[in-house]
């Protein structure tokens, strides 16, 4: 069974740029979950879609937006790319609730 | 707002001992508790979760205990290999959210 897929790993882009980061879930799995990580902050929460519609959203500014499509696939789009979006972002499948399955992430740098 | 609280922030033990990781939560009303490990700029590995109505799960050398009236998790590791060394997570799952600790490095030396 295939895991978690993050593309692309690695992402340089400089300010003010916007980027699109793709996540494939496990098969079966509707909940997709995205977090950022960097050393200062450690691992945030930023969204969480199931079955296409937002469930929860963490505390991050509106220049970082999701979607889920009907095969439970999901995109992040950060618009206006600043500095401190430098980060390890990661995302996460699950059934509804259940155990959290990580991708390898994409390490963004901003320059 | 939940927080949860991972002590210590790093331990290096010699080989073959057994150790105690702690998290802390604040918020006790959780859906489940999970463990990762997490190798350096890699993914989280899913080690053992923790559903709110049990009390332990074990696999292998790991044993995770839950006290969710005390707000705290335990992470056990047996016969500690140079392997294991890694930052161990804890998270806290409530409401389809996930609020996770800063993590323990742990160093296991040969």
């Known amino acids: 069974k295939a895991g978690v897929t993050q593309t692309p790993r690695y992402l340089i882009k400089t300010r003010g740029q916007q980027v699109t980061l793709s996540c494939s879930p496990i098969?079966?799995?509707?909940?997709v979950s995205w977090y950022q990580q960097t050393p200062g902050q450690g691992l945030q929460f930023l969204f969480e879609?199931?079955?296409?519609?937002?469930?929860n959203k963490g505390n991050f500014p509106g220049r970082f937006s999701g979607r889920q499509f009907s095969n439970s696939r999901s995109e992040m789009n950060v618009s206006t790319l600043e500095l401190g979006d430098s980060a390890l972002y990661l995302c996460a499948s699950s059934v509804q609730d259940g155990e959290l399955f990580f991708g390898s992430g994409t390490q963004l740098s901003v320059l | 707002k939940q927080e949860v609280t991972q002590i210590p922030a790093a331990l290096s033990v010699p080989e073959g001992e057994n150790l105690v990781l702690n998290c802390s939560f604040t918020d006790s009303a959780i859906y489940n508790l999970q463990w990762f490990r997490q190798d350096p700029g890699k993914g989280l590995t899913s080690l053992l979760l923790?559903?709110?109505?049990?009390r332990e799960q074990t696999s292998g050398r790991l044993n995770a205990s839950l006290d969710k009236s005390s707000g705290r998790s335990t992470l056990y590791i047996a016969a500690s290999q140079p392997g294991d060394s890694a930052t161990y997570l804890c998270?806290?799952?409530?409401?389809?959210?996930?609020?996770f600790g800063d993590g323990t490095t742990l160093t296991v030396k040969p």
């Open positions: 098969s079966g799995h509707r909940s």
């Open positions: 923790i559903q709110s109505s049990q």
């Open positions: 879609y199931f079955s296409e519609t937002q469930r």
């Open positions: 998270a806290v799952r409530k409401a389809g959210k996930s609020t």
